[in-house]
């Protein structure tokens, strides 16, 4: 295929760190109104959090005006609520709030490490994968069952990394978080798919080496290789705050 790039003679030894402070977004992505498709990323957590509270990863939100208190979104993080897990364990969860008024959210039961890297891929049909593996489901609100970007209704949004933007577009949350190989697809992913993308848990993924099946449903592939435009697809982030770049691994 003619827009999936090969890898062999380009570096491939950075990810993007964020310190809580500061994130990358792209306002009205191309895909803002899917109601369909998948997220593939890396990510790593320095320094667990120790008090109950979450550290933003990936977020899509509604940017218009203001809906009830959360505002409309949707956004990925690594989460420690010791009331609604009856556990004091940081995981890997899935927020989201269609009305801006109250949330649904599932998380992997997977207890996560620091300075760990894991890959995850979240589809919308509701499926979340750890490493290749689907995983296992805790809840500490109403459980989400499925719903993707379309579900956030309006005209305005923002995909951001890092952070947690407001419904007015302002930074909202952050935390400190790296962050690295995102691919979006417009589909959901099978579980072959997934541990394709995975492989053997090394880093980066090669969508060049994807089955042609899989390569079709890449809409972008960012990297983060001292740049913010991606390797595949449109759409150039614009840096807040001047996150920085760390060698990995």
Same mark, same amino acid.
């Given at each position: 295929?003619?827009?999936?790039?090969?890898?062999?003679?380009?570096?491939?030894?950075?990810?993007?760190?964020?310190?809580?402070?500061?994130?990358?977004?792209?306002?009205?992505?191309?895909?803002?109104?899917?109601?369909?498709?998948?997220?593939?990323?890396? &990510?790593?957590?320095?320094?667990?959090? /120790? !008090?109950? +509270?979450?550290?933003?990863?990936?977020?899509?939100?509604?940017?218009?005006?203001?809906? +009830?208190?959360?505002?409309?979104?949707?956004?990925?993080?690594?989460?420690?609520?010791?009331?609604? %897990?009856?556990?004091?364990?940081?995981?890997?969860?899935?927020?989201?709030?269609?009305?801006?008024? /109250?949330?649904?959210?599932?998380?992997?039961?997977?207890?996560?490490?620091?300075?760990?890297?894991?890959?995850?891929?979240?589809?919308?049909?509701?499926?979340? %994968?750890?490493?290749?593996?689907?995983?296992?489901?805790?809840?500490?609100?109403? !459980? &989400?069952?499925?719903?993707?970007?379309?579900? *956030?209704?309006?005209?305005?949004?923002?995909? /951001? &990394?890092?952070?947690?933007?407001?419904?007015?577009?302002? &930074?909202?949350?952050?935390?400190?978080?790296?962050?690295?190989?995102? *691919?979006?697809?417009?589909?959901?992913?099978?579980?072959?798919?997934? !541990?394709?993308?995975?492989?053997?848990? =090394?880093?980066?993924?090669?969508?060049?080496?994807?089955?042609?099946?899989?390569?079709?449903?890449?809409? =972008?592939?960012?990297?983060?290789?001292?740049?913010?435009?991606?390797? *595949?697809?449109?759409?150039?982030?614009?840096?807040?705050?001047?996150?920085?770049? *760390? !060698?990995?691994?």
């Amino acid at each position: 295929m003619g827009r999936v790039q090969y890898f062999e003679d380009m570096p491939m030894d950075f990810a993007r760190r964020y310190d809580g402070t500061n994130y990358d977004y792209i306002a009205n992505p191309a895909n803002q109104y899917d109601a369909v498709g998948a997220m593939s990323f890396s &990510f790593r957590v320095p320094v667990l959090l /120790s !008090a109950d +509270g979450l550290l933003p990863i990936i977020s899509f939100s509604h940017n218009g005006s203001p809906s +009830g208190v959360y505002g409309k979104k949707m956004f990925l993080c690594v989460r420690r609520r010791s009331a609604g %897990y009856g556990n004091t364990n940081n995981y890997f969860d899935w927020t989201y709030s269609a009305n801006g008024t /109250s949330s649904t959210a599932k998380s992997s039961n997977l207890v996560l490490a620091a300075n760990t890297w894991y890959h995850v891929a979240v589809c919308s049909d509701g499926s979340i %994968y750890i490493n290749g593996t689907l995983a296992t489901y805790i809840y500490w609100a109403t !459980a &989400f069952t499925s719903g993707w970007f379309s579900g *956030i209704t309006g005209t305005n949004h923002d995909l /951001s &990394f890092g952070a947690i933007l407001t419904n007015t577009g302002a &930074f909202g949350n952050g935390g400190r978080v790296d962050l690295d190989d995102y *691919i979006y697809f417009n589909d959901n992913l099978t579980s072959g798919e997934v !541990a394709e993308i995975y492989g053997t848990g =090394t880093r980066p993924p090669d969508p060049a080496s994807f089955t042609s099946t899989l390569q079709a449903k890449i809409v =972008t592939y960012r990297n983060w290789e001292n740049t913010l435009a991606p390797v *595949i697809g449109s759409g150039t982030l614009t840096p807040i705050g001047s996150p920085s770049y *760390i !060698a990995f691994p």
